[in-house]
């Protein structure tokens, strides 16, 4: 019984000086800092992103590639690993932020071109890494017409829309778009400080 007791207490002992030297092991494993930011972040940093849509805006290759050096700046400093900085000078990572640089550069045509009440035929094919943008685009632009033609219903009063109507409706709508363009900088401007 004296031999069972022992035995049993050996390996209660054994069991726990194990638990102990696992948690001694996996806190000296944890003494690496883990980064704060990651991969994604800096490609999708404001001032990344503004600097690579200018450059493929003017076609310039050798700006791209300056912007991703000082992302793999950044990546060093936020202690990236090698593999993650060798991948922000990549040219699968130069082709990831040109992709997002032409997207952005469509929204921003066609919101000029929305306001202005002008089609967006050429944008599908000067921007085609914005091919899934470009039916979503087309369906605003419909409902901006429609909207428009009930307008220019409205003002005809029940007769016939004419193209004074129309083009009355259109700058109605202009207006309208304009002014909810501004009315969020307009309240925040309203709000006490």
Not at 42 to 53: C, E, N, P, Q, T
Not at 60 to 78: C, F, M, N, S, T
Not at 116 to 129: A, F, M, S, T, V
């Amino acid at each position: 019984m004296k031999k069972l007791l022992l035995t049993g207490l050996f390996i209660i002992v054994g069991i726990a000086g194990y638990f102990v030297w696992l948690s001694d092991r996996s806190a000296e494993t944890v003494k690496e800092p883990v980064p704060v930011i990651n991969v994604m972040d800096i490609l999708k940093a404001s001032d990344l992103r503004a600097g690579v849509k200018q450059a493929v805006k003017q076609g310039d290759d050798q700006a791209i590639e300056h912007w991703l050096q000082k992302g793999q700046e950044v990546g060093r400093e936020a202690g990236l690993s090698q593999e993650n900085i060798a991948y922000l000078g990549s040219e699968k990572a130069k082709r990831y932020v040109k992709y997002n640089a032409k997207r952005d550069l469509f929204n921003e045509a066609f919101e000029q071109r929305y306001a202005n009440l002008q089609g967006i035929g050429d944008l599908k094919e000067r921007y085609p890494e914005a091919n899934k943008l470009y039916e979503k685009a087309q369906e605003l632009i419909a409902k901006r017409d429609s909207l428009i033609e009930q307008i220019a219903g409205t003002l005809a009063e029940g007769g016939t829309v004419t193209k004074a109507h129309r083009e009355a409706a259109q700058q109605i709508w202009q207006k309208r778009h304009k002014a909810a363009q501004q009315s969020p900088a307009a309240d925040s401007d309203a709000k006490p400080e």
